[in-house]
Every structure is written in structure tokens, then in C-alpha cells.
């Protein structure tokens, strides 16, 4: 399945219309790796959690502007206001994500401190967000899948949207981690875990190739407000945010474990 998932991610870049067929690939290795990892309970409700509340939330901020801003998604396949497909990619790019928390700072299992099962979720929530900061402006101002109704500063996205994102997807972690807190399996080796982790990690890195494949043209986009924005200028600053954030967390995050690695005691005989 990792290979599978990389590969579809290098031809995304030149086809995106294949993204959806990628984002269910990912789930599937979600529900695998997680299963695998965590027991098939424990993913089970990291699944309902990431979906149920990142739609009730998308919903919520639809009508009342909290707490992403005023918005409203382009063309059918919606639950209720919300397109289908918008909760896998959560659940796709938040366990990634998830996963590199618990690299950086620490895994949940049962009965682990405080500190691990509130800060890797906060951890998590950030690496998530990194992934929209160079996502959200390509598919909305340039491709308008979602309409910023008000507009906003970051080339036409809005600083709310970004805090609503970390709000919504620490939600959903912290549910998680309190699970794995309560009732979750017990701790494991770090030996153990390397080999999963490095999947996942890899997998969080390969999320950004679509954004090192830009079309070369210079076109100009007006958002709902009447501003208008270059769109060379949009796929560059895609780029740049990509590298040197989400690929940045995944280097802390391959260091991590390669000195992990080198740290382990040897087998006993």
C-alpha cells in the first residue's frame, strides 16, 4: 500500500483528476496500518471521530462562519453542505500526520502521561495544517473547489481558516488520544514501532510531490471580493510552504527515527 500511495502521488502531479482515487488508496492504509498498530477498535474510532467532527464543524462554519470563516464548496456529491470526499482527506492526511506527532513527541498507548496525550495530538494538528497552508489557496483561488466568500489576505484565504483547521483537527486527535489514553493497547518498543512509523512518515513527505509539479503559465484569478492574484505567484508560494514546512516536520521526523535506530540496544543472544 505505501508503494501503491507514492505512486499515485507522482502521477496526481501530472493528473489531478486521479486525487480521489488516491485519498481512498489512503484510507485503506489508514484502516490497515492503524488495525495493525492500534487494534481495529482503536482505529475504528479515529475514523468516526475524524469524520463526524471535521463535518459537523465544516457544516457549522458554512452557516455561522465559525470556526474556518464564510465559505461555500462548488458542485455536488455533499453530505448535507459538505462534499463526501472532504472527510476521507482528513482521515487520509490527519493519521499521516498523526503519526508524525507521535515520532516527534511520543505515542499514546494506555496510561501514558498527560503531556504525551495532550501535546501529540497539538503536534499532530499542526503538521496537518502545514499540509493545507500550501493546499487551500491552489484549490480554492485557483481552482475554486470552496469559495471564500469575504476573501482574505493569503491569497484570498483567510487567517481564520488556518485556525479553524488546527481547532478542528486537534479535536479529533484529542478524542483519540483519550481513547488510547483509556483503552488503548499497551506501550511497545520503540523497536517495534520503527518500521511503521517510517511508512507513514514517508507517506506524510510524498503528500507534498503534487505541490513540486507546477504549471508553468502566468495567468491572473479574482476571488469573491474582486481582488485578483497572480497564479504563478500562487504555485510558487505552494512550493515553497510544502518544502519548507511539511517536508521540513518530515526531516525532524526521519531524524528521529534514524537516531532511534542507532540509540536501540542490540538483540539479546
Given at each position: 500500500?505505501?508503494?501503491?500511495?507514492l505512486g499515485?502521488?507522482?502521477v496526481?502531479?501530472?493528473a489531478?483528476?486521479l486525487?480521489?482515487?488516491?485519498i481512498?488508496?489512503q484510507?485503506?492504509?489508514?484502516?490497515?496500518?492503524?488495525a495493525?498498530?492500534?487494534?481495529r477498535?482503536?482505529?475504528g474510532?479515529f475514523?468516526?471521530?475524524?469524520?463526524v467532527?471535521?463535518n459537523?464543524?465544516?457544516?457549522l462554519?458554512i452557516?455561522?462562519?465559525f470556526?474556518?470563516?464564510?465559505y461555500?464548496?462548488t458542485?455536488?456529491?455533499k453530505?448535507?453542505?459538505?462534499?463526501?470526499?472532504?472527510?476521507?482527506a482528513?482521515?487520509?492526511?490527519?493519521?499521516?500526520?498523526?503519526?508524525?506527532?507521535t515520532?516527534?513527541?511520543?505515542?499514546?498507548r494506555?496510561?501514558?502521561?498527560?503531556?504525551t496525550?495532550?501535546?501529540?495530538p497539538?503536534?499532530?494538528?499542526?503538521?496537518m495544517?502545514?499540509?493545507?497552508?500550501?493546499?487551500?489557496p491552489?484549490?480554492?483561488?485557483i481552482?475554486?473547489?470552496?469559495?471564500w466568500?469575504?476573501?482574505?489576505?493569503?491569497?484570498?484565504v483567510?487567517?481564520v481558516n488556518?485556525?479553524?483547521?488546527?481547532?478542528t483537527?486537534?479535536?479529533f486527535?484529542?478524542v483519540?488520544a483519550?481513547?488510547?489514553?483509556?483503552r488503548?493497547p499497551?506501550?511497545?518498543?520503540?523497536q517495534?514501532?520503527?518500521p511503521s512509523?517510517?511508512?507513514a512518515?514517508?507517506l506524510?513527505?510524498?503528500t507534498?510531490?503534487?505541490?513540486?509539479v507546477?504549471?508553468g503559465?502566468?495567468?491572473t484569478?479574482?476571488?469573491?471580493t474582486?481582488?485578483?492574484w497572480?497564479?504563478?505567484?500562487?504555485y510558487?508560494?505552494?512550493?515553497?510552504?510544502a518544502v519548507?514546512?511539511?517536508?521540513?516536520?518530515?526531516?525532524?521526523?526521519?531524524l528521529?527515527?534514524a537516531r532511534?535506530?542507532?540509540s536501540a540496544?542490540?538483540?539479546?543472544t
Amino acid at each position: 500500500m505505501t508503494a501503491v500511495i507514492l505512486g499515485g502521488l507522482v502521477v496526481t502531479a501530472f493528473a489531478p483528476g486521479l486525487r480521489l482515487v488516491v485519498i481512498v488508496a489512503q484510507v485503506v492504509f489508514v484502516l490497515a496500518h492503524g488495525a495493525q498498530r492500534y487494534g481495529r477498535r482503536s482505529i475504528g474510532v479515529f475514523v468516526v471521530a475524524g469524520l463526524v467532527i471535521s463535518n459537523a464543524l465544516e457544516n457549522l462554519s458554512i452557516q455561522t462562519g465559525f470556526p474556518f470563516g464564510h465559505y461555500h464548496y462548488t458542485g455536488g456529491g455533499k453530505i448535507f453542505q459538505v462534499p463526501w470526499f472532504i472527510g476521507p482527506a482528513y482521515l487520509a492526511t490527519g493519521y499521516l500526520a498523526w503519526i508524525v506527532a507521535t515520532v516527534l513527541l511520543d505515542d499514546v498507548r494506555r496510561n501514558s502521561s498527560w503531556l504525551t496525550t495532550i501535546g501529540t495530538p497539538m503536534v499532530g494538528a499542526f503538521a496537518m495544517t502545514a499540509w493545507d497552508l500550501a493546499f487551500d489557496p491552489t484549490a480554492s483561488t485557483i481552482h475554486q473547489n470552496w469559495i471564500w466568500e469575504n476573501g482574505g489576505g493569503f491569497f484570498g484565504v483567510p487567517l481564520v481558516n488556518y485556525l479553524g483547521w488546527t481547532f478542528t483537527v486537534y479535536l479529533f486527535m484529542q478524542v483519540f488520544a483519550l481513547y488510547l489514553r483509556s483503552r488503548g493497547p499497551l506501550p511497545s518498543t520503540q523497536q517495534e514501532r520503527t518500521p511503521s512509523d517510517l511508512q507513514a512518515v514517508l507517506l506524510y513527505a510524498a503528500t507534498t510531490i503534487p505541490f513540486l509539479v507546477t504549471p508553468g503559465e502566468r495567468t491572473t484569478v479574482t476571488d469573491a471580493t474582486g481582488a485578483t492574484w497572480n497564479t504563478a505567484d500562487i504555485y510558487e508560494t505552494s512550493t515553497l510552504l510544502a518544502v519548507y514546512g511539511m517536508v521540513f516536520i518530515a526531516l525532524l521526523a526521519l531524524l528521529s527515527l534514524a537516531r532511534r535506530h542507532t540509540s536501540a540496544p542490540p538483540p539479546s543472544t
